[in-house]
């Protein structure tokens, strides 16, 4: 046999606002205050235009920290996710054979190990940098 209060405890399980009239009344009351319908989040934006691309580069190519300019122009290329950039390594470049990049550990699993073919403005970019890069630390080695 069941006791009653496992029953009344079922009961309000089942029925958590109450009576259905009172779930009534509050969706009444959130539809006159029109704070049922989701909120939708803000554009995303729009794209940069050729002029606003080219003064982000020309800025970042003036910055102290030589890693800016070229994690900009691949950004602006390449379409790699935030994390995806930050977390490029060397040997995941390929200046001579290729010319691609191959991405690590992605946000999805379709994304992880993608191939991105480099055009010529991502390579000068890159090969510049490559070049500091070993004037700077004397070697690149591939897990960097």
Same mark, same amino acid.
């Given at each position: ?6 029953i009344r405890?079922?009961?309000?399980? @089942? ?8 779930g009534?009344?509050? @969706?009444?009351?959130l &539809? @006159? ?8 989040p803000?554009?995303?934006? &729009?794209?940069? +235009?050729?002029?606003?691309k080219? &003064?982000?580069?020309? $800025?970042?190519?003036?910055? @102290? ?9 691949l ?10 950039? &930050? $977390? ?5 470049v ?13 946000? +999805?699993?379709?994304? +992880? ?7 010529? +403005?991502?390579?000068?970019?890159? $090969? ?17």
């Amino acid at each position: 046999m069941i006791p009653s209060s496992m029953i009344r405890e079922s009961n309000r399980c @089942r029925h958590p606002i109450g009576s259905s009239t009172h779930g009534d009344l509050i @969706r009444a009351k959130l &539809r @006159r205050e029109k704070a049922v319908k989701l909120v939708l989040p803000p554009s995303p934006g &729009r794209a940069y +235009t050729a002029d606003e691309k080219a &003064r982000m580069l020309a $800025e970042a190519a003036k910055l @102290r920290s030589k890693n800016m300019y070229p994690a900009l122009v691949l950004d602006l290329n390449c379409g790699l996710r935030d994390k995806e950039l &930050r $977390e490029l390594r060397w040997q995941q470049v390929d200046l001579v054979h290729k010319k691609a990049l191959t991405v690590g550990k992605s946000k +999805t699993e379709a994304g +992880t190990g993608r191939v991105i073919p480099l055009n010529a +403005t991502v390579l000068a970019a890159l $090969e510049l940098h490559a070049a500091w890069y070993i004037k700077r630390f004397g070697e690149c080695k591939p897990e960097w």
